[in-house]
Structure formats: structure tokens, C-alpha cells
Nanobody
Framework: EVHLVESGGGFVQQGGSLRLSCNAS????????MIWVRQAPGKGFEYVSY????????RYADSVKGRFTISRDNAKNSLYLQMNSLKTEDTAVYYC???????????????????????WGQGTQVTVAS
């Protein structure tokens, strides 16, 4: 089964930085695109960033462009999100996600970039204080 384990979240003050990691297993990580999404309290999932399988086509939501950097290390089955210049509006649980069709039983379905994704893991909390 698909397993995605997020880590690296924490508490920071505005202007600070965090680096999130997503460790993947249960599928051939190096041939699949990945995204980061986030969910603020009481809100739906918000698309944050995309990276293709080869890691050379990053995309970002306008809200994080210029502040966040997505990357991946396919040899380690890992996805990363470097978050700089954090704002209070970035406070959310952050999830990595891959294609929903990889497996059954998705409980966190996300439509982003006109593609169905699934955030298979538990996410990692990012809290940015003013």
C-alpha cells in the first residue's frame, strides 16, 4: 500500500523557516509526480506546490511563490518543501500527495491541477506565530 510520512513541521515565528520531508513507500516513487497541499483549521485542502517525477518541473501556488522550494531525492524516496519567510497564513497541516489511483482507500482526496490526488499520510503541523 501507499505510505507517505510527513515530518519537519513545528512552531516558528513569522519570517522563519522550516523544511518539510515526505518519505514515501509502497509505490515506484521515481516515476510519479508529487504535490504538497495544506489544510488550515476549518478549511479545505489548498494546493501548495507540484514537482514532476524527474524533479525538474516545480510549480507553486501564487501564495507561496518565491518563498517555498519543492524538491525531491528519488534515491531516497523523499520529497521536500523548504519554507522560508513564513507567514501566519501558512499555518496549516501540510500533506504530501500523489495520484489517487495508486491505491484504494484514500481518505484525503484532493483535486489540484485538474488531477485527483490523495494525501495518504497524517500530515505535519506547521504553526507560524506573529
Amino acid at each position: 500500500e501507499v505510505h507517505l510520512v510527513e515530518s519537519g513541521g513545528g512552531f516558528v515565528q513569522q519570517g522563519g523557516s522550516l523544511r518539510l520531508s515526505c518519505n514515501a513507500s509502497g509505490f515506484q516513487f521515481n516515476i510519479y509526480a508529487m504535490i504538497w497541499v495544506r489544510q488550515a483549521p476549518g478549511k479545505g485542502f489548498e494546493y501548495v506546490s507540484y514537482i514532476n517525477a524527474g524533479g525538474n518541473t516545480p510549480r507553486y501556488a501564487d501564495s507561496v511563490k518565491g518563498r517555498f522550494t519543492i524538491s525531491r531525492d528519488n534515491a531516497k524516496n523523499s520529497l521536500y518543501l523548504q519554507m522560508n519567510s513564513l507567514k501566519t497564513e501558512d499555518t496549516a497541516v501540510y500533506y504530501c500527495a500523489t495520484l489517487e489511483g495508486l491505491s484504494s482507500g484514500c481518505l484525503r482526496k484532493i483535486q489540484a491541477l485538474n488531477i485527483p490526488w490523495c494525501a495518504w499520510g497524517q500530515g505535519t503541523q506547521v504553526t507560524v506565530a506573529s
